[in-house]
């Protein structure tokens, strides 16, 4: 590990000079090499998830692994070509003059994936619009020194460390150690290969281990920055030391690690159900829609539905909750391959002793389960922890 970074704390100072051209070169590479290792990628996968290949399932592990990584790196390239600024699909002006970029679906592909979704940038009030300056003007901040970035990745999808190393990478400019998680170290030799002009170019390593070695680079002198995919609990750790500690530190501003620090961690997901008089197909639709997100990955996401907030009187509120339960009970359930998962699900049964189970339990399985009328109020115990299992 000590090797890797000393290699890459090298680079740090030529990466940040590294043109524009010579970054597109780097990323078109990555993408040939991406896709010839993106067969493996997922096959790997499906192993390590306990799902068939050559079932619905396995495109799972495509999407939510090499196809995105893929999908990224021709948008990093599109971006740079454009000098940081792509055309918008559309500019408006609000009554009162501010200005109003449509920047979702850009393109056939957007549109017809996403069908239906829009998304705008709202520019400040009386601000013109700025785009891409942080790609334009990389001359002039070559005489910066540069940064190294260690990257705690993901234990559940294999997409979130690369696309977090390309971010730093492309937008902040450090180069990057990735520290793949003990869950799903099976994907570190597949980053190795699909970046690998980065690894030549020594401003990419993967590196594997536990706790220790996850300790040992936060606290390495030559790492600048970090970022970090998981619980809270892990930050925790990370910046405030052990748990008997850390009351005393947060009180007190007292970090054992003051390094800038981006974490996307665990979430009690909810989804609001915004009360109408929906039609059958509606209420089909949207309960498919509830149900493939508490599937998706057997669930060990920190964006899976997870509450339901539904008004009381809703007169279809029932309705609803029912057709969710009925897709669910008809969708087979995943292998629980996160440890931990049985224990936690376990826990949850202790607290809500009415769960209702829809599927079948079995080894290293955790059925698809509901908790109904969950009380809304501080402190409860579903809306406070959260169910990766």
């Not at 594997?208 to 790492?223: D, E, I, K, N």
Request: with cysteine.
């Amino acid at each position: 590990v000590d090797r890797l970074v000393e290699l890459l704390a090298s680079k740090k100072k030529a990466w940040v000079e590294t043109s524009i051209s010579e970054r597109i070169a780097l990323l078109e590479a990555c993408l040939e090499t991406t896709y010839q290792s993106a067969r493996d990628w997922a096959l790997t996968g499906c192993k390590a998830k306990g799902i068939e290949a050559g079932t619905a399932q396995e495109g799972e592990l495509w999407f939510s692994g090499p196809v995105v990584v893929i999908r990224n790196i021709r948008l990093l390239i599109d971006t740079l070509r454009a000098g940081g600024a792509p055309e918008v699909p559309e500019w408006k002006e609000r009554a009162d003059g501010q200005k109003v970029a449509q920047v979702y679906p850009a393109n056939w592909y957007e549109k017809m994936f996403f069908p239906g979704l829009t998304a705008e940038v709202w520019l400040e009030p009386g601000k013109e619009a700025t785009q891409g300056e942080l790609y334009r003007n990389k001359a002039e901040s070559a005489s910066e020194d540069g940064g190294l970035c260690l990257v705690l990745g993901a234990g559940n999808i294999s997409s979130i460390g690369p696309q977090d190393a390309l971010f730093k990478l492309f937008h902040e400019d450090e180069v990057v150690i990735l520290k793949c998680n003990p869950v799903n170290d099976w994907a570190g030799p597949h980053y190795e290969k699909a970046f690998a002009p980065l690894v030549e170019a020594g401003v990419f390593q993967v590196v594997y281990g536990g706790a220790a070695q996850g300790a040992h680079l936060t606290q390495h002198p030559q790492v600048d920055s970090i970022h970090i995919t998981g619980s809270d609990a892990t930050h925790d750790r990370i910046v405030w030391g052990p748990p008997e500690e850390q009351e005393r530190r947060k009180a007190e501003n007292d970090p054992v690690c003051d390094k800038p620090i981006g974490s996307e961690l665990g979430c009690v997901t909810p989804v609001i159900v915004v009360p109408g008089d929906w039609s059958d197909k509606d209420l089909e639709k949207q309960a498919r829609h509830v149900a493939g997100m508490v599937a998706h990955n057997a669930s060990f996401n920190c964006n899976a539905a997870k509450v339901l907030v539904l008004a009381s009187g809703w007169a279809l509120k029932d309705r609803f909750v029912q057709k969710v339960r009925e897709i669910l009970a008809f969708t087979a359930p995943r292998r629980a391959y996160y440890p931990g998962a049985e224990d936690r699900y376990a826990a949850f049964l202790e607290n809500y002793p009415g769960a209702i189970p829809l599927t079948e339990d079995g080894e290293e399985m955790v059925p698809w389960t509901v908790l109904p009328d969950v009380a809304a109020k501080k402190g409860e115990y579903a809306l406070t922890n959260e169910a990766f299992c």
